[in-house]
């Protein structure tokens, strides 16, 4: 079991950057993977990017260029760089891990895009 919990959510204009944190209660190095997901009013939850353990990560296609997932192992955070914000990534961030076949998840953080 890990407990994960998000912050960092804000009201942010087009074009502008936030950066969300994710915590665990455990080291990240002990996780197999660690990622972010978002959804958006009447959508389904949808992967935005993972993090392995051994620092691999994988981007969705529109958030390639723009967000950037990175992980202290030394302040079990998890974080995502977001720059370059569109009203489309108005969504409810969530983190995610996978340690021993177990996922858990946090409760997620509004990032709501907008002028």
């Known amino acids: 079991q890990v407990q994960l919990v998000e912050s960092g959510g804000d009201l942010v204009q087009p074009g502008g950057s936030l950066r969300l944190s994710c915590a665990a209660s455990r080291s990240i190095f002990s996780i197999n993977a660690m990622g972010w997901y978002r959804q958006a009013p009447g959508k389904e939850r949808e992967l935005v990017a993972i993090l392995t353990n051994s620092g691999i990560t994988k981007y969705a296609d529109f958030v390639k260029g723009r967000f950037t997932i990175s992980g202290d192992n030394a302040k079990n955070l998890l974080y995502l760089q977001m720059n370059s914000l569109k009203p489309e990534d108005t969504a409810v961030y969530y983190c995610?891990?996978?340690?021993?076949?177990?996922?858990?998840w946090g409760q997620g953080t509004q990032v709501t895009v907008s002028s």
């Open positions: 995610n891990s996978v340690r021993m076949g177990v996922v858990n």
